[in-house]
């Protein structure tokens, strides 16, 4: 996927986020046409797998564009959708891809109100987790979490209409961390076996998702 460079902002036209900026590490062709910013760990294991830099679009602001074409927000109740009718604990919707998990949580009235009117007043929180697949380090992925942001006061804009969700929000990105895959003995202390995490102080870096998906029918 191409990586567009728009001003103020860099324009990404799915969740592919800075992938293309990941490919190779720094230097080269890649970081002047991109406008990269590299940057080492700052935390984690001395290891080898943490000696990698990583480099980014050097851009403040970064949008990513989540449209119908990416997939949709699918219905998440106790074991499958065929269950969220019968959820009265909470109504959630995911989307689900390589590089982005979107959990959006509802109040379980939502089920018998599926207006705009309904989705607004029944929004409580969302979170997200933005990945950079492993086919970009040989070490393993890179990935920052979202924690919980509650309140429909997220959103810059949030609209549903003709069974889509579309709605704006803007995130801050502080830093990325890399798991990797490890035989050092420091990688063996944990609760998951040969696995070690590498930190990356990129940020501030304001994010906007502008997403536009068809929602799962309940």
Request: aromatic fraction near 12%.
């Amino acid at each position: 996927m191409s990586l567009n460079i728009t001003k103020p902002a860099v324009q990404l036209t799915t969740v592919a986020l800075v992938l293309s900026a990941l490919t190779s590490g720094c230097g080269g062709e890649n970081q002047e046409a991109t406008q990269l910013e590299c940057f080492d760990a700052f935390a984690g294991p001395d290891i080898a797998e943490c000696d990698r830099q990583v480099c980014v679009p050097a851009a403040q602001s970064w949008r990513v564009e989540v449209g119908p074409d990416d997939g949709v927000l699918s219905c998440d109740g106790y074991g499958g959708a065929q269950h969220c009718r019968g959820n009265d604990v909470y109504q959630a919707f995911i989307f689900e891809s390589d590089d982005l998990y979107l959990y959006l949580s509802f109040d379980p009235q939502l089920v018998g109100d599926l207006t705009p009117a309904g989705f607004e007043s029944s929004f409580e929180y969302l979170w997200l987790n933005v990945y950079f697949p492993q086919e970009q380090s040989e070490e393993g992925v890179f990935y920052t979490q979202v924690s919980a942001r509650r309140g429909i006061e997220t959103f810059e804009s949030f609209k549903y209409e003709d069974g889509r969700l579309k709605a704006v929000f803007s995130v801050e990105f502080k830093s990325l961390r890399q798991e990797v895959q490890s035989d050092d003995d420091a990688c063996f202390a944990g609760d998951i076996q040969g696995w070690c995490g590498c930190n990356y102080a990129i940020g501030p870096r304001v994010v906007t998702f502008d997403i536009d998906l068809p929602v799962e029918t309940l």
